[in-house]
């Protein structure tokens, strides 16, 4: 049991993600993709030569439907804007030891910089619409519900809460 441990402790390695946006970080906003597939290649390519995203004039569940092809599959997807207060963000590994956070000495570290940023994302899925119910589109339901757990509660929520919940009760006993 300790040599899995001892091995499992070999391949772990800490990380430092460095979000500050160089001169060289651009705005991909409009340009980013999930595509519901795996491609198995890294390096330079023309993908808006291949790759031409229509608008369809179709809303469901009020989203804007896309539509393109992949490798001849049919595509249908819709942009989702981050929520207020969010981005997301492309990293890429760091060039050089030379930004090593300070403090890690030992262990394989990872440095990580920002090269690119964006306020909204494209998701598209093979066989059926974009909706609501989606699986990506939920998720980021959590990020109001994580904030709400994790914000302090003031005098005034309880307060509003407190009534809420006595409506509530005395229109159940009616």
Request: glycine share 10%; proline share 4%.
């Amino acid at each position: 049991m300790e040599g899995i441990e001892e091995g499992v402790a070999e391949k772990e390695s800490s990380g430092c993600i460095d979000l500050c946006l160089g001169e060289a970080a651009v705005d991909l906003t409009g340009d980013i993709h999930q595509l519901p597939c795996c491609i198995k290649y890294n390096g330079p390519c023309s993908v808006s030569h291949y790759f031409k995203p229509n608008h369809t004039g179709i809303e469901v569940d009020g989203l804007k439907v896309e539509e393109a092809f992949f490798r001849g599959r049919k595509l249908q997807g819709t942009t989702i804007h981050l929520p207020e207060g969010y981005s997301g963000f492309v990293l890429g590994k760091r060039s050089s030891d030379t930004g090593k956070p300070t403090g890690i000495s030992e262990g394989n570290v990872i440095g990580w910089e920002t090269n690119a940023k964006f306020q909204e994302i494209t998701f598209w899925n093979h066989d059926n619409l974009p909706s609501q119910d989606d699986a990506y589109v939920r998720s980021f339901h959590w990020l109001a519900v994580s904030r709400a757990l994790h914000n302090p509660a003031t005098a005034e929520d309880l307060r509003a809460a407190s009534l809420a919940l006595k409506q509530e009760l005395c229109t159940s006993e009616k």
